[in-house]
């Protein structure tokens, strides 16, 4: 238990060890919740409080130096703690060195967490919801301008975010290209794509897979045509995965070997850290990009046939003239330009992947 409850929870007087909801505050951890899913970034929640005088949590629990007005970050870690779904998650960071009393964040992986240990605020439908679109919604760059495909579109040379760069006199019309497609190393190929022309393209697209989708005879039948294909896409993307194990383990010997040239004094702390950085992000990224196949092989082994959320969503998506941002979340992995403006579009579901590859 730390020293302070969660905001939204209050520590039991009974209990030792438990927490119980705060009714005074959870109806805002639920708002905020609600906001996000709807399409509300961190700052715009945080001004809509505000304006509503709610006090934020430092200014509720009357700290010491406390900040009278909500922060972005505030809201983006309420948005990610696991503690309003009813779980306890601990050592998320370690020590860099006995001699330093900075510390550094674990992978998720090694997290030691207990779930149900107390009553929840958020449903976890809505929590792991509101995770997928703020892992999508990362962005390289920020911008004052909102689009309907922000956080989906990436590079397809560099697995980077594009960005959506709006020019003109009024800087109405928005150009979507790769940050590495500038500057003096231009290590990505110019996409510099009308990006009211991109939106269109994609959305008809999309409808498109989704009339081919509603029709199940047409679905079972390219699902045929296409299931013994995938025998080879499996071996290769194994074949991927083998080989990001084995960079991994050359990463984590590395990791080792500095840990202990530091801790006998062959590098300096500083060294130490600058090192142990760049190794340990590589390392993460290479775990992210092995779930990341793990998922597509899971996918193609067991196509998503019988997964009724996906009709729920194409459902509404058809009735819309043109759909939300959340629900296009639920509905699209990521949208890839490659050159010549080639589009990539990965949808969340096997059985449109399987539509999209066929047309």
Same mark, same amino acid.
């Given at each position: 238990?730390?020293?302070?409850?969660?905001?939204?929870?209050?520590?039991?007087?009974?209990?030792?060890?438990?927490?119980?909801?705060?009714?005074?505050?959870?109806?805002?951890?639920?708002?905020?919740?609600?906001?996000?899913?709807?399409?509300?970034?961190?700052?715009?929640?945080?001004?809509?409080?505000?304006?509503?005088?709610?006090?934020?949590?430092?200014?509720?629990?009357?700290?010491?130096?406390?900040?009278?007005?909500?922060?972005?970050?505030?809201?983006?870690?309420?948005?990610?703690?696991?503690?309003?779904?009813?779980?306890?998650?601990?050592?998320?960071?370690?020590?860099?060195?006995?001699?330093?009393?900075?510390?550094?964040?674990?992978?998720?992986?090694?997290?030691?967490?207990?779930?149900?240990?107390?009553?929840?605020?958020?449903?976890?439908?809505?929590?792991?919801?509101?995770?997928?679109?703020?892992?999508?919604?990362?962005?390289?760059?920020?911008?004052?301008?909102?689009?309907?495909?922000?956080?989906?579109?990436?590079?397809?040379?560099?697995?980077?975010?594009?960005?959506?760069?709006?020019?003109?006199?009024?800087?109405?019309?928005?150009?979507?290209?790769?940050?590495?497609?500038?500057?003096?190393?231009?290590?990505?190929?110019?996409?510099?794509?009308?990006?009211?022309?991109?939106?269109?393209?994609?959305?008809?697209?999309?409808?498109?897979?989704?009339?081919?989708?509603?029709?199940?005879?047409?679905?079972?039948?390219?699902?045929?045509?296409?299931?013994?294909?995938?025998?080879?896409?499996?071996?290769?993307?194994? $074949?991927?995965?083998? /080989?990001?194990?084995?960079?991994? &383990?050359?990463?984590?010997? =590395?990791?080792?070997? +500095? !840990? @202990?040239?530091?801790?006998?004094?062959?590098?300096?702390?500083?060294?130490?850290?600058?090192?142990?950085?760049?190794?340990?992000?590589?390392?993460?990224?290479?775990?992210?990009?092995?779930?990341?196949?793990?998922?597509?092989?899971?996918?193609?082994?067991?196509?998503?046939?019988?997964?009724?959320?996906?009709?729920?969503?194409?459902?509404?998506?058809?009735?819309?003239?043109?759909?939300?941002? $959340?629900?296009?979340? /639920?509905?699209?992995?990521?949208? &890839?330009?490659?050159?010549? =403006?080639?589009?990539? +579009? !990965? @949808?969340?579901?096997?059985?449109?992947?399987?539509?999209?590859?066929?047309?």
């Amino acid at each position: 238990m730390g020293s302070v409850a969660p905001y939204g929870y209050k520590k039991s007087e009974t209990v030792k060890n438990k927490l119980e909801i705060d009714k005074t505050t959870a109806y805002v951890v639920e708002e905020i919740f609600n906001l996000y899913s709807i399409g509300y970034g961190f700052q715009k929640i945080s001004t809509y409080l505000d304006k509503k005088k709610i006090p934020p949590p430092s200014k509720y629990l009357n700290q010491k130096n406390y900040i009278s007005a909500w922060n972005p970050k505030s809201i983006r870690a309420i948005l990610i703690n696991e503690a309003y779904i009813g779980n306890t998650v601990q050592n998320k960071c370690i020590s860099i060195s006995y001699k330093i009393k900075k510390r550094k964040p674990k992978n998720e992986s090694e997290y030691i967490r207990v779930e149900n240990t107390h009553e929840a605020i958020i449903s976890k439908k809505v929590f792991y919801q509101v995770q997928d679109i703020i892992k999508k919604k990362r962005t390289t760059s920020s911008t004052r301008h909102d689009f309907l495909f922000k956080g989906l579109i990436f590079c397809h040379n560099c697995g980077r975010k594009s960005r959506v760069c709006f020019r003109g006199i009024k800087k109405k019309t928005g150009y979507i290209d790769c940050s590495l497609a500038r500057g003096k190393e231009k290590k990505c190929p110019p996409q510099n794509y009308n990006y009211d022309k991109f939106e269109d393209r994609v959305l008809n697209v999309i409808r498109e897979v989704c009339k081919i989708y509603a029709d199940k005879k047409t679905l079972k039948a390219i699902y045929e045509n296409y299931k013994n294909n995938y025998v080879c896409v499996i071996k290769k993307e194994e $074949k991927n995965m083998k /080989e990001i194990d084995s960079r991994v &383990e050359v990463l984590t010997k =590395k990791i080792d070997k +500095i !840990y @202990f040239d530091n801790l006998n004094g062959v590098i300096t702390d500083l060294d130490y850290i600058r090192y142990s950085k760049g190794l340990a992000e590589e390392k993460e990224e290479l775990l992210k990009r092995k779930m990341d196949i793990q998922k597509k092989i899971n996918s193609i082994k067991t196509p998503d046939v019988k997964n009724d959320n996906a009709d729920k969503i194409i459902e509404e998506f058809m009735l819309l003239k043109k759909p939300t941002r $959340k629900l296009l979340y /639920e509905l699209i992995e990521k949208i &890839e330009i490659a050159e010549n =403006k080639t589009i990539y +579009i !990965y @949808f969340s579901f096997s059985e449109l992947n399987l539509i999209n590859e066929r047309l």
